[in-house]
């Protein structure tokens, strides 16, 4: 049995997860368009440029572009750099946390789908609770990125509903408003919390 502390630590762990991979999503996504702008203002034809005649004048024209282009690429190229090196970083040790074992067992299944009363534990439209019959058991923290292969991590699920969440982590609030769903229809003794993380070998 999860105690409270051992489930608030590892919510608390998961949201920790959830918030750092979505700064470097924004970050990635930040130094891109820094990028861009700075290469598109780069690119502007210049307005003291004197008009010339010949290939001479072209070349040192495109030189000259090419000189702006990378003058100013290479400060958001650096930062580009370091978050690729971060992704890749975190990416290698999410598989290396990957659980051995990937499909959840038979008694497992069981206890997660009779825990969820053989309906979805997902949401559907303004944050309710998905009314279709599960047919899948579903690695609530993804088992791509280090999720257990346990009863704590598996969410039932229908069909659409898995395929909609695919592989992307869970945010802090749905993993507290499945949290808080389960009280309404699991046993008093029951798991409740939800989300595992294998830990690193």
Request: charged share 25%; glycine share 8%.
């Amino acid at each position: 049995m999860i105690t409270t502390e051992a489930a608030e630590h590892s919510m608390v762990g998961l949201k920790r997860i959830y918030w750092s991979r979505m700064a470097l999503r924004l970050a990635y996504a930040a130094v891109m368009m820094w990028l861009a702008i700075s290469v598109f203002l780069a690119l502007m034809p210049k307005a003291n440029v004197v008009a010339g005649s010949g290939i001479s004048s072209v070349t040192e024209v495109a030189r000259g572009m090419l000189d702006r282009v990378l003058a100013v690429a290479v400060l958001p190229g650096l930062f580009l750099v370091v978050l690729v090196i971060v992704a890749a970083t975190i990416h290698g040790r999410d598989v290396r946390r990957r659980d051995p074992v990937r499909r959840f067992t038979r008694q497992q299944r069981r206890d997660g789908m009779a825990r969820a009363a053989g309906l979805c534990e997902m949401e559907a439209g303004f944050r309710d609770r998905c009314s279709r019959p599960a047919e899948h058991g579903d690695h609530f923290y993804p088992w791509s990125k280090g999720g257990s292969t346990s009863l704590r991590n598996f969410v039932a699920a229908c069909a659409r509903c898995n395929r909609a969440k695919g592989a992307r982590i869970p945010s802090p609030g749905q993993q507290e408003r499945i949290e808080r769903r389960r009280r309404e229809h699991v046993a008093p003794d029951g798991l409740v919390s939800v989300g595992e993380r294998q830990p690193l070998p």
